[in-house]
Protein backbone atom coordinates (compact mmCIF):
# COMPACT_ATOMS: atom_id res chain seq x y z
CA UNK A 1 0.00 0.00 0.00
CA UNK A 2 2.45 2.54 -1.33
CA UNK A 3 -0.09 5.54 0.11
CA UNK A 4 0.87 4.50 4.08
CA UNK A 5 4.05 3.11 2.74
CA UNK A 6 3.64 -0.67 3.78
CA UNK A 7 5.90 -2.85 2.37
CA UNK A 8 4.92 -6.66 2.91
CA UNK A 9 3.03 -6.24 5.86
CA UNK A 10 0.76 -9.17 6.76
CA UNK A 11 -2.39 -7.32 7.47
CA UNK A 12 -4.33 -10.31 8.22
CA UNK A 13 -1.83 -12.03 10.94
CA UNK A 14 -1.41 -8.77 12.78
CA UNK A 15 -4.87 -7.94 12.81
CA UNK A 16 -5.61 -11.58 13.37
CA UNK A 17 -3.33 -11.59 16.65
CA UNK A 18 -4.58 -7.99 18.36
CA UNK A 19 -8.52 -9.69 17.57
CA UNK A 20 -8.05 -12.77 18.50
CA UNK A 21 -10.65 -12.84 15.46
CA UNK A 22 -10.74 -14.43 11.65
CA UNK A 23 -9.77 -11.75 9.65
CA UNK A 24 -9.93 -11.17 5.85
CA UNK A 25 -8.58 -8.62 4.02
CA UNK A 26 -9.22 -7.53 0.18
CA UNK A 27 -8.87 -4.34 -1.98
CA UNK A 28 -12.05 -1.83 -2.42
CA UNK A 29 -12.47 -2.25 -5.94
CA UNK A 30 -13.05 -6.11 -5.38
CA UNK A 31 -14.71 -5.80 -2.32
CA UNK A 32 -17.34 -3.91 -3.51
CA UNK A 33 -17.36 -5.66 -6.64
CA UNK A 34 -18.62 -8.46 -4.49
CA UNK A 35 -20.52 -6.00 -2.51
CA UNK A 36 -22.80 -4.75 -5.77
CA UNK A 37 -23.13 -8.65 -6.65
CA UNK A 38 -24.07 -9.68 -2.62
CA UNK A 39 -26.54 -6.37 -2.15
CA UNK A 40 -26.38 -3.67 -5.43
CA UNK A 41 -28.33 -3.12 -8.42
CA UNK A 42 -25.52 -1.41 -10.48
CA UNK A 43 -24.74 -4.48 -11.98
CA UNK A 44 -27.58 -6.58 -11.05
CA UNK A 45 -28.02 -9.77 -13.68
CA UNK A 46 -24.96 -8.88 -15.50
CA UNK A 47 -22.35 -11.68 -16.42
CA UNK A 48 -19.68 -9.67 -16.57
CA UNK A 49 -18.73 -6.59 -14.66
CA UNK A 50 -15.96 -3.82 -13.87
CA UNK A 51 -15.55 -1.65 -10.90
CA UNK A 52 -13.63 1.62 -10.85
CA UNK A 53 -12.90 2.48 -7.54
CA UNK A 54 -11.29 6.16 -7.17
CA UNK A 55 -10.56 7.49 -3.52
CA UNK A 56 -7.40 8.37 -2.26
CA UNK A 57 -6.13 4.91 -3.49
CA UNK A 58 -7.03 4.26 -7.00
CA UNK A 59 -7.73 0.56 -8.26
CA UNK A 60 -10.31 -1.87 -10.40
CA UNK A 61 -11.73 -5.15 -9.93
CA UNK A 62 -13.63 -7.44 -12.82
CA UNK A 63 -15.81 -10.02 -11.82
CA UNK A 64 -17.53 -12.65 -14.54
CA UNK A 65 -20.12 -14.49 -12.97
CA UNK A 66 -20.13 -14.85 -9.22
CA UNK A 67 -16.33 -14.48 -9.21
CA UNK A 68 -14.27 -11.40 -8.40
CA UNK A 69 -10.71 -12.23 -10.41
CA UNK A 70 -7.61 -11.83 -7.59
CA UNK A 71 -4.65 -13.28 -10.30
CA UNK A 72 -1.24 -13.97 -8.66
CA UNK A 73 -0.92 -12.29 -5.47
CA UNK A 74 -4.15 -10.73 -5.63
CA UNK A 75 -2.34 -7.50 -8.30
CA UNK A 76 -5.54 -7.84 -10.51
CA UNK A 77 -6.18 -4.39 -10.81
CA UNK A 78 -3.64 -2.64 -9.46
CA UNK A 79 -4.34 -0.08 -11.94
CA UNK A 80 -2.18 3.16 -10.23
CA UNK A 81 0.00 3.53 -12.86
CA UNK A 82 -1.79 3.13 -16.15
CA UNK A 83 -1.63 6.45 -18.43
CA UNK A 84 -4.03 8.67 -18.65
CA UNK A 85 -4.31 10.80 -21.70
CA UNK A 86 -4.19 14.15 -21.66
CA UNK A 87 -3.01 13.77 -17.74
CA UNK A 88 -0.49 16.19 -16.31
CA UNK A 89 -0.31 15.30 -12.67
CA UNK A 90 2.76 14.72 -11.63
CA UNK A 91 3.04 10.66 -10.05
CA UNK A 92 5.50 9.46 -7.29
CA UNK A 93 6.83 6.82 -9.84
CA UNK A 94 8.40 9.50 -11.61
CA UNK A 95 5.91 9.53 -14.58
CA UNK A 96 3.15 11.97 -15.07
CA UNK A 97 -0.71 11.49 -15.93
CA UNK A 98 -0.53 8.55 -14.36
CA UNK A 99 -4.08 7.32 -13.23
CA UNK A 100 -3.32 7.16 -9.55
CA UNK A 101 -1.65 10.86 -9.75
CA UNK A 102 -4.73 11.93 -11.83
CA UNK A 103 -7.70 10.95 -9.82
CA UNK A 104 -6.53 10.57 -6.51
CA UNK A 105 -8.76 12.18 -4.08
CA UNK A 106 -5.69 13.83 -2.85
CA UNK A 107 -5.36 15.02 -6.23
CA UNK A 108 -9.01 16.75 -6.69
CA UNK A 109 -8.69 18.20 -2.26
CA UNK A 110 -5.18 19.77 -3.53
CA UNK A 111 -6.42 21.80 -6.81
CA UNK A 112 -9.72 22.62 -4.49
CA UNK A 113 -6.95 24.22 -1.59
CA UNK A 114 -4.87 25.55 -4.50
CA UNK A 115 -8.45 27.56 -6.24
CA UNK A 116 -9.44 28.53 -2.93
CA UNK A 117 -12.28 26.21 -3.21
CA UNK A 118 -12.18 23.86 0.64
CA UNK A 119 -9.75 23.45 2.89
CA UNK A 120 -8.47 20.43 4.30
CA UNK A 121 -7.98 16.64 2.33
CA UNK A 122 -12.12 15.83 2.55
CA UNK A 123 -13.48 15.86 -0.94
CA UNK A 124 -17.16 15.64 0.24
CA UNK A 125 -16.27 19.50 0.99
CA UNK A 126 -15.52 20.29 -2.90
CA UNK A 127 -18.65 18.45 -2.77
CA UNK A 128 -20.36 20.90 -0.73
CA UNK A 129 -18.75 23.92 -2.33
CA UNK A 130 -20.31 22.87 -6.45
CA UNK A 131 -23.93 22.32 -4.38
CA UNK A 132 -23.46 25.57 -3.43
CA UNK A 133 -22.49 26.85 -6.81
CA UNK A 134 -18.39 27.65 -6.42
CA UNK A 135 -18.27 27.56 -10.54
CA UNK A 136 -14.36 26.35 -9.62
CA UNK A 137 -15.51 23.47 -7.74
CA UNK A 138 -18.14 22.60 -10.37
CA UNK A 139 -15.17 22.71 -12.48
CA UNK A 140 -12.84 20.76 -10.71
CA UNK A 141 -15.55 17.81 -10.61
CA UNK A 142 -16.42 17.72 -13.71
CA UNK A 143 -12.57 17.47 -14.99
CA UNK A 144 -12.05 14.41 -12.72
CA UNK A 145 -15.60 12.75 -13.76
CA UNK A 146 -13.66 13.04 -17.46
CA UNK A 147 -10.36 11.60 -16.72
CA UNK A 148 -12.63 8.83 -15.26
CA UNK A 149 -14.70 8.65 -18.17
CA UNK A 150 -11.19 7.77 -19.96
CA UNK A 151 -9.97 5.28 -17.32
CA UNK A 152 -13.09 3.59 -17.94
CA UNK A 153 -12.43 3.59 -21.64
CA UNK A 154 -9.21 2.10 -21.39
CA UNK A 155 -10.20 -0.56 -19.09
CA UNK A 156 -13.28 -1.37 -21.04
CA UNK A 157 -11.35 -1.41 -24.46
CA UNK A 158 -9.42 -4.28 -22.62
CA UNK A 159 -12.22 -6.14 -20.68
CA UNK A 160 -15.14 -5.17 -22.67
CA UNK A 161 -17.59 -5.93 -19.59
CA UNK A 162 -21.57 -6.05 -19.73
CA UNK A 163 -21.87 -3.62 -16.73
CA UNK A 164 -19.35 -0.91 -15.38
CA UNK A 165 -19.75 0.42 -11.85
CA UNK A 166 -18.08 3.33 -10.62
CA UNK A 167 -16.99 4.83 -7.18
CA UNK A 168 -15.96 8.33 -7.82
CA UNK A 169 -17.46 11.27 -5.53
CA UNK A 170 -18.35 13.45 -8.07
CA UNK A 171 -20.46 10.68 -10.44
CA UNK A 172 -21.90 9.48 -7.46
CA UNK A 173 -23.31 12.84 -6.29
CA UNK A 174 -23.88 14.58 -9.02
CA UNK A 175 -25.83 14.05 -12.76
CA UNK A 176 -23.47 16.47 -14.45
CA UNK A 177 -20.41 14.64 -13.32
CA UNK A 178 -22.26 11.22 -14.41
CA UNK A 179 -22.96 12.68 -17.75
CA UNK A 180 -19.49 14.01 -18.12
CA UNK A 181 -17.86 10.69 -17.71
CA UNK A 182 -20.33 9.01 -20.09
CA UNK A 183 -19.04 11.65 -22.93
CA UNK A 184 -16.18 10.25 -22.82
CA UNK A 185 -17.43 6.83 -23.85
CA UNK A 186 -19.45 5.81 -26.88
CA UNK A 187 -23.68 5.68 -26.81
CA UNK A 188 -23.34 2.07 -26.33
CA UNK A 189 -20.18 1.31 -23.75
CA UNK A 190 -22.13 4.90 -21.93
CA UNK A 191 -25.53 3.17 -21.07
CA UNK A 192 -23.77 0.31 -19.40
CA UNK A 193 -21.94 2.67 -16.56
CA UNK A 194 -23.98 3.42 -13.45
CA UNK A 195 -22.37 4.69 -10.05
CA UNK A 196 -22.67 2.75 -6.95
CA UNK A 197 -24.94 1.48 -5.15
CA UNK A 198 -24.08 2.37 -1.75
CA UNK A 199 -23.29 5.92 -2.38
CA UNK A 200 -23.42 7.39 0.97
CA UNK A 201 -21.72 4.18 2.64
CA UNK A 202 -19.05 2.70 0.21
CA UNK A 203 -16.28 2.26 2.76
CA UNK A 204 -18.48 0.21 5.30
CA UNK A 205 -19.85 -1.68 3.14
CA UNK A 206 -16.94 -2.53 1.01
CA UNK A 207 -15.08 -4.12 4.71
CA UNK A 208 -18.74 -5.58 5.50
CA UNK A 209 -18.91 -7.64 2.10
CA UNK A 210 -15.03 -8.70 2.40
CA UNK A 211 -16.62 -11.03 5.23
CA UNK A 212 -19.64 -11.91 4.48
CA UNK A 213 -18.61 -13.17 1.08
CA UNK A 214 -16.92 -15.85 2.47
CA UNK A 215 -19.46 -16.40 5.17
CA UNK A 216 -21.71 -17.29 2.40
CA UNK A 217 -19.54 -19.54 0.47
CA UNK A 218 -18.44 -20.94 3.39
CA UNK A 219 -20.80 -20.59 6.38
CA UNK A 220 -18.92 -23.40 8.78
CA UNK A 221 -15.54 -22.12 7.70
CA UNK A 222 -15.86 -18.89 10.01
CA UNK A 223 -17.23 -20.59 13.05
CA UNK A 224 -13.85 -22.75 13.99
CA UNK A 225 -15.12 -23.87 16.99
CA UNK A 226 -17.50 -25.61 15.38
CA UNK A 227 -15.14 -28.22 13.04
ZN1 LIG B 1 2.90 6.51 -11.76
Redesign the pocket.
Known amino acids: HPLLGWREVPVRDVLGARTGLPVHVDGHARALADAERLFGRAARGSRSALHLFAGNMVDAAFATHDEVHHGPRSQAGAI ?2 LPLAGGTEP ?5 SG ?1 L ?2 ELSELTLCRRAREAGVADGTDPARVVDAAAAGHPVAVRLLLERARMTGRAVRLLTDVLNPESVVVTEIGVVHRPDCLAALRAELDEERAATVAPTSFPDSVLAVAGGSVVLDVLYRDPLSVSPELN
Do not use: D, I, K, N
Not at 91 to 95: E, L
Open positions: AHCACGRCQA
